[in-house]
């Protein structure tokens, strides 16, 4: 099975690598993080997962309809300048961008409030999560890492799939861009738009490109190995780079804990805005180690679901960032 073979391909990753220690009483935070480093190995300075990226700027327009959603600033009128990273998925920072492992990719947004703070979006290509909580996640880490060649049949991670068909349907979801630029993020996790009367409205984040374009594996494994991270900064030389940020409406009945299951395709979706990024850092290899994005850094107006995910990722990023810049 093709996604089976992409989580596979993973576990092989991982014989390459050292193995960090794992510590089985720690707080699930710190054992995904560790599971991570088991996988991937530990590389200095660079982040456990989604290692290799690149940075960009730009600013955020909020549409008209936003304000009448959600009370936050983020959506006054005002033109809101923006930092994005852009990211390959695993935590090694040497991964070519045209690998299948490269998949998820990531995009990382933060918004520079006038009051000076900060509003995080942390979203990927992927459409729904694979696993619906923070111990599953840690799990499939420590399956990867125990399947390598020579493993017994059925492997952990092949027990694992069985018993979560979430994995295989989401990663199913995903494939190579031919730039970053060219990609579809969404955000997993549901968060609460809260408007000037306090009624609330749970939604989903989409960040829309102008266009989706996916290559197929041939012509993926044939591109340079940094192709996504230098065809962007010189699409910007070109001209800015638009992005949709969407809201997806929860209807009754959808459900805002379990970031594994996806609401249906029919919910309205309603557009935040425009993100305009026409600019790249000169130095982003060191701008990206110094940046922390969490998904609930979040503004008045805008709070966090019922779903632990968002906690348990705030977790881990923060350690992963930690350790990265002792």
Do not use: C
Request: no cysteine.
């Amino acid at each position: 099975m093709k996604t089976r073979t992409l989580v596979a391909a993973l576990a092989g990753i991982s014989l390459a690598w050292p193995v960090a220690a794992f510590a089985q009483d720690a707080p699930v935070e710190q054992q995904l993080v560790d599971a991570m480093n088991k996988v991937f190995g530990v590389h200095a300075g660079f982040r456990a997962n989604h290692a290799k990226g690149v940075v960009v700027e730009g600013k955020f327009k909020p549409s008209a309809e936003a304000a009448s959603l959600s009370r936050a600033s983020l959506f006054s009128g005002g033109e809101i300048p923006v930092t994005v990273r852009f990211s390959d998925s695993t935590g090694v920072p040497n991964l070519p961008d045209g690998s299948d492992d490269a998949n998820p990719h990531g995009m990382a947004v933060k918004f520079h409030l006038a009051d000076g703070s900060d509003m995080d979006l942390v979203i990927n290509s992927l459409k729904f999560f694979p696993v619906s909580t923070g111990a599953e996640l840690r799990d499939l880490f420590l399956a990867i890492a125990d399947s390598g060649p020579g493993a017994a049949k059925p492997t952990r991670l092949e027990q694992f799939i069985g018993s979560h068909p979430s994995v295989p349907a989401a990663l199913g979801t995903i494939a190579t861009p031919d730039s970053f630029a060219n990609e579809a993020y969404f955000g997993v996790n549901a968060f609460m738009l809260v408007d000037k009367a306090g009624a609330r409205q749970a939604v989903r984040w989409q960040m829309l490109p102008e266009e989706v374009v996916h290559l197929d594996k041939a012509d993926a494994a044939k591109r340079a190995p940094d192709f996504l991270m230098t065809e962007l900064p010189a699409r910007l030389k070109q001209g800015p780079v638009a992005f949709r940020f969407m809201a997806q409406l929860a209807a009754a009945g959808d459900d805002t804990k379990d970031p594994a299951k996806p609401w249906p395709d029919d919910r309205k979706l309603v557009a935040l805005g425009t993100l305009t990024i026409d600019k790249a850092v000169d130095d982003s290899d060191a701008a990206q180690k110094k940046l922390l994005f969490l998904p609930g850094q979040l503004t008045d107006g805008i709070e966090a679901s019922d779903d632990p995910m968002i906690d348990i990722r705030n977790g881990a990023y923060a350690i992963s960032f930690s350790r990265r810049n002792p």
